[in-house]
DNA sequence: TTGCATACATGCATTTACGCATGGCCAACA
DNA sequence: TGTTGGCCATGCGTAAATGCATGTATGCAA
């Protein structure tokens, strides 16, 4: 009575994922061999274990209770994989970072491409998603996370402080210091209802002509004239096309932060990467903090 | 970077056997697969995990880790797969008993010849041992012991009281009895130096024939007429031809007890095992305690 | 030394698992 | 009522994992 291990795996990715596809996706495998998979463990069990229904699988009692286990499972591989990783002294093989997209486009891929160059045995994998990737189930080894502070169960080291800005068109920004009680037009991010109370103190009167949920092309659309926006310091040395909004002073932001797993700290190439990201920052810290220089 | 989970537990059972063969034994695949998945897994972590040496395969320290998370998984397993089994309360399927070889030829075979049939759709498995199986591992589902109490992890109900006492043949009987301090010949069993107290204190000279491991083979021996022995009661009833050393008392021995799991105790099929045993013992309890009566 | 047993390594044939493509079912929607 | 997209089921060809057979090294005993 062997039961196979990867099979309890599959019945835990569709618990969770809920439909054949989308277990077979976590697994990197066909929803057909997820189906297969199930099927013979149901066999090998002798009892279903999941409702086929139209809309997925639905799991049973008995299919929850596995999952629950091979979870448990999981975080032991997890865990054996951590420290594993944590005790290699060598500068080859696999490596992941996360960062949020803007800042690896604005700042670090020059710092990935030196990186890479210095090391190039590492293999390095870059998870550019502004989701918060889990460190622990091992989505990634290094994150860089924008936060008030690091999570509880990571360390962390704060990389540098930043600060964001309110910045627009030089026509729209002229037109609006000219007449600070005209009607300001701004595009903002979803989460926010208006403008940043900053920006209202001189300019009370402003029109929201659209909501963005990336930043990217709220970016975009603001140098199209499309209205004012807050956005990072960090953003505008590449535009110069976006000049500061006269009178709004930056506004201090949450911090940036690198971490990593406890049991990656000792990990060689952590470090290295680690090193050469708090090397960039300090050197990059005024781009981060202060309004550029007008040219 | 997925790792094969069944790679780990191949890894467990090397660690664990120490060769290759030793391991696929376990896992019941040739060792060519272990050796293959052994050399998989390095390949994907990226490092050695054993040394390959004449005498089998040496674990390194990563290995060993790895066979201690493994470990933790696989008691995971168990318990999740005891679990499963004790919410079953179907008639059919697999269970599993294991007992004393002597036990079960000498009274058990018919008891679960008549379980077989009344059960026709439980696949009953009977492994007939003296070593101690691992409940918590699944490798019984039900253990018939002989032990003074059960073990403090698993449940238990005690079957029936039971006695040894000291056998031979007629003639050796009755040319003791004769003359109780002449020499008289035992065979012993190899955890003991001498006959039993009870027996030399009416046959103070005694010579050591044969010791054996085996009580079967020891019995063989006794009804060739190579000395008494010290037997339990309950295989004096197929023996017609070994009688009670006369003035020897038969000395009370451990009793035996039918033990589970406490996951299993909700379990229909090795509930179903267990009253059988009960209603077995409690009608043949004197064959256990009593010496059987001359004919 | 010469078997002999036990260990690992390797090449080849087969089985097994897998991915792909097709078809059916059901719900949402025009 | 047709259409689209999301599911799942099934059949077929391929690729990967496995088993078997052979070869080699090592240690033990006659």
Redesign the interface.
Known sequence: ??????D??TILALVRGGTLAAAADD??VTYTTVARRVQRAEEQ???ALFERRPEGYLPMQ?AC??A???A??EA??H???R??TG??Q?L???L?LTAPQLLIQSHLAPLITGFCDQYPDIELTVRATNEILDLTR?EADLAIRISASPGDTLVGHRLCDQRNGCFATPPLAAAAAADPQAVLNWVVYTAYDSPPQSAQKHYPNFHIRARFDDMSSMVAAARAGLGALRMPLFLARDLPDLVPLPQVAPQDYAPIWVLSHRDLLQSKKAQVLKDALRRYFRAHQSEFFDLPAQM
């Open positions: 009575m062997q039961f196979n291990w990867d309890m795996r697994l990197s069990l002798g009892r008995e209770d596995l629950a286990a091979a448990r499972m032991e591989e865990q054996i994989m420290q594993l005790r290699d060598s080859s093989g696999p992941v091992r």
